[in-house]
Structure formats: structure tokens, C-alpha cells
């Protein structure tokens, strides 16, 4: 069992929270004494605090910046297709 407390700011991780939970990717954004502020994506950015001692039940991955790259283009394309306006 891991914690929140192995996590870096301003990197990008797959986790699984709970044994049974799916995989998600979070990126830790702030860290303070007791706390950080992780950014988890799903069908949309979630923002929220965890304590540090939070468990996690597996850390599956840490993100290299071309996986993260190549992520965002992903993303940022699915993103689009919500907002796109009809010409009619």
C-alpha cells in the first residue's frame, strides 16, 4: 500500500486508489506540510485536496513528458468536440 506523500509536483501519474478502483490519471499541482493538491482526471478535471498519509493502492505509473504529451493531444482533442458550434 502506497501514500500521497510518494507523489512529485507537477508530475503526472496512473493510480489506482482502491484495489478494486479503475486506473486514473492525476497530477499533483500543490504540496504543502500535510496536503497536496492533485488535479484527477476523468470525463473532466476534478480538483481536490489529499492528505498526504491518503492511501493508494497502487502507483502503476509515473508519466514521461512524451507520454504526457502525447496524452494532452489526446485530451485537448476530445475537449474540443463538446465545445464545437453548429454553422447553421
Request: charged share 35%; glycine share 2%; aromatic share 14%.
Amino acid at each position: 500500500m502506497y501514500s500521497y506523500a510518494l507523489l512529485e509536483t507537477g508530475c503526472y501519474y496512473l493510480v489506482q486508489e482502491k484495489e478494486e478502483s479503475p486506473v486514473t490519471l492525476i497530477k499533483v499541482t500543490v504540496d504543502t506540510d500535510h496536503c497536496l493538491y492533485v488535479t484527477r482526471y476523468a470525463e473532466g478535471p476534478v480538483m481536490e485536496w489529499k492528505k498526504k498519509n491518503d492511501p493508494i493502492f497502487d502507483i502503476l505509473e509515473l508519466l514521461s513528458d512524451d507520454k504526457v504529451r502525447e496524452w494532452q493531444s489526446v485530451y485537448n482533442d476530445n475537449e474540443d468536440a463538446y465545445y464545437e458550434e453548429d454553422d447553421e
